[in-house]
């Protein structure tokens, strides 16, 4: 293959926003004098699952659950998180080995543009991204493949010159049904047994080189 662009996903692969999205939840359940059970917190689709989090919690609290002021507590709370995060290990090494070999970078999220963007901004890696293609511009999320057909789009490039990087089975799933070669590096919240349709598993960002990855996916294509 010749890739001549990389897509990536945000949360959790770009910077570990999964665990503080989960450290939140945590604390606003201790607010109330209660405790989360994280087992299935994490949804099997891309995009907003909060509504169903809140209705759980005011089932648990009861009449006097303000859905507003726990809203607004929780979100200041991550956003207070979210101020100490750094790119993830090895990303930075990955984008700018991409500048060095010339290739267009792209992130792909079911996440909003205003989550992603100010993320992006905030740690300097806006600029290095020529598109942004996030889930309040499309109607259907991941496992789903728009919001990765609206990069290739916005790219201008059929899906065999690209390559998805993602962190969960059902970005995975997405980037495949667009026709995209996937790179899995899974989040510490996410199962790796799950992660089978994926054209490489690693670990984490830092265990292999950008010019090692491109290397061992270019047998796959075709």
């Given at each position: 293959?010749?890739?001549?662009a990389?897509?990536?996903?945000f949360?959790?692969l770009l910077?570990?926003?999964?665990?503080?999205?989960?450290?939140?939840?945590?604390?606003?359940?201790?607010?109330?004098?209660l405790?989360?059970?994280?087992?299935?917190?994490?949804?099997d689709?891309?995009?907003?699952?909060?509504?169903?989090?809140?209705?759980?919690?005011?089932?648990?609290?009861?009449?006097?659950?303000?859905?507003?002021?726990?809203?607004?507590?929780r979100?200041?709370y991550?956003?207070?998180l979210?101020?100490?995060?750094e790119?993830?290990p090895?990303?930075?090494?990955?984008?700018?080995r991409a500048?060095e070999?010339?290739?267009r970078?792209a992130?792909?999220?079911?996440s909003g543009?205003?989550?992603?963007?100010?993320?992006?901004d905030?740690?300097g890696?806006?600029?290095?991204?020529?598109?942004?293609a996030t889930g309040?511009e499309?109607?259907?999320?991941?496992?789903?493949?728009?919001v990765?057909?609206?990069?290739?789009d916005?790219l201008?490039?059929?899906?065999?010159?690209?390559?998805?990087?993602e962190d969960?089975?059902h970005?995975?799933?997405?980037a495949r049904?667009?026709?995209l070669p996937?790179?899995a590096?899974?989040n510490r919240?996410a199962?790796?047994?799950r992660?089978?349709?994926?054209?490489?598993l690693?670990?984490?960002?830092?265990?292999?080189?950008?010019d090692?990855?491109?290397?061992?996916?270019?047998?796959?294509?075709?």
């Amino acid at each position: 293959m010749t890739a001549k662009a990389l897509i990536f996903d945000f949360d959790g692969l770009l910077m570990d926003t999964e665990t503080t999205l989960l450290e939140s939840w945590r604390w606003e359940w201790w607010q109330h004098g209660l405790e989360l059970d994280s087992a299935g917190f994490f949804a099997d689709h891309g995009g907003d699952a909060n509504e169903p989090r809140y209705a759980a919690l005011a089932e648990a609290v009861g009449p006097a659950y303000d859905r507003a002021s726990s809203h607004a507590q929780r979100m200041a709370y991550r956003a207070a998180l979210n101020e100490a995060l750094e790119p993830a290990p090895g990303i930075v090494d990955w984008l700018d080995r991409a500048g060095e070999l010339g290739l267009r970078l792209a992130v792909a999220s079911s996440s909003g543009v205003h989550h992603v963007g100010a993320m992006l901004d905030r740690t300097g890696l806006r600029a290095r991204f020529e598109v942004l293609a996030t889930g309040d511009e499309v109607t259907a999320h991941k496992p789903d493949p728009a919001v990765y057909l609206l990069a290739l789009d916005r790219l201008g490039l059929p899906a065999r010159e690209a390559v998805a990087f993602e962190d969960t089975a059902h970005g995975v799933a997405a980037a495949r049904a667009a026709g995209l070669p996937c790179v899995a590096v899974p989040n510490r919240h996410a199962d790796h047994g799950r992660f089978t349709h994926a054209d490489m598993l690693l670990p984490d960002a830092a265990s292999r080189s950008l010019d090692a990855i491109l290397a061992a996916l270019t047998p796959r294509a075709g």
